[in-house]
């Protein structure tokens, strides 16, 4: 029997695709932002001492909109460019929207209270905190239960797509076009001998991105929460392929012999990591690296690329709650990976997030 043509290879599909990707986009962020005013609002109602945060100016709200801009466009070329496939675009888990949204408001006013009564580190009687490191155990995100319950885990991908109206994926496929580069340098190996770890994987979206990149590579992912592995393992076993591999395990001690990753990526972790623990992430993840190998990077912006956003990057520590950010903002990540042993390191910047990839010399 005759396959049926992906919609997507079809040429009339092209523009109409674009609409579309463009409309779920501007839909999803005008959600976003209808959302977070609405939640600002009910907070000072219930909560009037709270206070707000300063808003950004106007200039600054459209060179932050420019950023969005660009960055959806980027994400539009790689997908033309055949970096990735473009249904990974539309990518959208709408039944968990659905699902899970009220979850977040229920969640809210207990998030308030704990904002309120300067609650940081609270959790739930029955979650186990030993045996994570002391830094770990935070509400980050003001999150209930932090990282560690079953509800933190399931609404986690929402709620950052709420807070970044609609563009966390988009920001973390801009690790695939370096990755994809770096991983050039092994054409040599078949396609299924390549092995990938990303680090964390938390509720695994950017595995499940991987695995639109590369379908042949093995895929591995280690995260310290118990409940966010086990929420990747059902998103990604949604996929065709082999499984990832999953590991709970602390970043700055990885299960892995020396040399044996291909490629790294890690998103969204350094922020909330104290200094020390900032440098043994990125020197685990050199020993564990293949020679010739590439580590890629995405976190969020810092002062120094983004002197404009200087007071989103202030606001954002307050808002919620980030005890690693502020030194973050500042710290220089080029010369941990340098000190680290890694070579060619190049950054980037898209929208909210900055990159980095580097090179494990030969
Ligand atoms: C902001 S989330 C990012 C998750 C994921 N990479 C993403 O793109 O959504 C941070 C993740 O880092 C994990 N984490 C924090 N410190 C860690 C450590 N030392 N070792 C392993 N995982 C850690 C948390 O459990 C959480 O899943």
């Given at each position: 029997?005759?396959a049926?043509?992906?919609?997507?290879?079809?040429?009339?599909?092209?523009?109409?695709a674009?609409?579309?990707?463009?409309?779920?986009?501007?839909?999803?962020?005008?959600?976003?932002?209808?959302?977070?005013?609405?939640?600002?609002?009910?907070?000072?109602?219930?909560?009037?001492r709270?206070?707000?945060v300063?808003?950004?100016?106007?200039?600054?709200?459209?060179?932050?909109?420019?950023?969005?801009?660009?960055?959806?466009?980027?994400?539009?070329?790689?997908?033309q460019?055949?970096?990735?496939?473009?249904?990974?675009?539309?990518?959208?888990?709408?039944?968990?929207?659905?699902?899970?949204?009220?979850?977040?408001?229920?969640?809210?006013?207990?998030?308030?209270?704990?904002?309120?009564?300067?609650?940081?580190?609270?959790?739930?009687?029955?979650?186990?905190?030993?045996?994570?490191?002391?830094?770990?155990i935070?509400?980050?995100?003001?999150?209930?239960?932090?990282?560690?319950?079953?509800?933190?885990?399931?609404?986690?991908?929402?709620?950052v797509?709420?807070?970044?109206?609609?563009?966390?994926?988009?920001?973390?496929?801009?690790?695939?076009?370096?990755?994809?580069?770096?991983?050039?340098?092994?054409?040599?190996?078949?396609?299924?001998?390549?092995?990938?770890?990303?680090?964390?994987?938390?509720?695994?979206?950017?595995?499940?991105?991987?695995?639109?990149?590369?379908?042949?590579?093995?895929?591995?992912?280690?995260?310290?929460?118990?409940?966010?592995?086990?929420?990747?393992?059902?998103?990604?076993?949604?996929?065709?392929?082999?499984?990832?591999?999953?590991?709970?395990?602390?970043?700055?001690s990885?299960?892995?012999?020396?040399?044996?990753?291909?490629?790294?990526?890690?998103?969204?972790l350094?922020?909330?990591?104290?200094?020390?623990?900032?440098?043994?992430?990125?020197d685990?993840?050199?020993r564990?690296?293949?020679?010739?190998?590439?580590?890629?990077?995405?976190?969020?912006?810092?002062?120094?690329?983004?002197p404009?956003?200087?007071?989103?990057?202030?606001?954002?520590?307050v808002?919620m709650?980030?005890?690693?950010y502020?030194?973050?903002?500042?710290?220089?990540?080029?010369?941990?990976?340098?000190?680290?042993?890694?070579?060619?390191v190049?950054?980037?910047?898209?929208f909210?997030?900055k990159?980095?990839?580097?090179?494990?010399?030969?």
């Amino acid at each position: 029997m005759q396959a049926l043509p992906n919609l997507f290879d079809l040429p009339i599909a092209e523009p109409a695709a674009k609409l579309a990707y463009e409309a779920i986009q501007q839909g999803k962020n005008v959600f976003g932002v209808v959302h977070r005013q609405v939640l600002s609002n009910l907070k000072s109602t219930f909560y009037p001492r709270l206070g707000k945060v300063d808003s950004l100016d106007d200039e600054t709200l459209e060179y932050v909109r420019n950023r969005q801009t660009d960055l959806l466009e980027r994400d539009w070329q790689d997908a033309q460019e055949g970096v990735y496939p473009v249904s990974l675009l539309f990518d959208q888990p709408w039944d968990e929207f659905f699902r899970l949204y009220p979850q977040v408001w229920l969640d809210a006013p207990q998030i308030w209270q704990r904002v309120d009564q300067k609650k940081v580190q609270e959790f739930a009687p029955e979650i186990d905190v030993e045996g994570y490191p002391r830094y770990y155990i935070q509400n980050f995100h003001h999150q209930t239960d932090g990282y560690l319950s079953e509800t933190s885990a399931e609404i986690y991908d929402l709620q950052v797509e709420l807070l970044f109206g609609g563009t966390a994926d988009a920001m973390r496929r801009r690790i695939l076009a370096p990755l994809k580069r770096g991983l050039a340098a092994f054409s040599s190996i078949p396609a299924n001998q390549i092995r990938i770890l990303d680090v964390p994987c938390g509720a695994g979206r950017t595995l499940k991105q991987l695995r639109g990149t590369f379908p042949d590579a093995s895929l591995y992912g280690v995260d310290l929460s118990p409940t966010y592995l086990q929420k990747a393992n059902r998103l990604i076993s949604q996929d065709r392929g082999v499984l990832p591999q999953l590991l709970q395990a602390n970043a700055e001690s990885l299960p892995y012999v020396d040399n044996y990753f291909h490629g790294i990526s890690s998103v969204f972790l350094f922020h909330e990591l104290p200094a020390p623990a900032r440098q043994n992430v990125i020197d685990e993840c050199f020993r564990v690296l293949r020679p010739g190998g590439t580590f890629v990077i995405c976190d969020s912006i810092q002062l120094d690329d983004s002197p404009e956003l200087k007071m989103a990057i202030n606001n954002f520590p307050v808002m919620m709650h980030e005890p690693y950010y502020r030194h973050y903002s500042t710290d220089n990540l080029v010369k941990r990976l340098q000190d680290a042993g890694f070579v060619d390191v190049e950054t980037d910047v898209h929208f909210m997030s900055k990159y980095l990839f580097a090179h494990k010399p030969v």
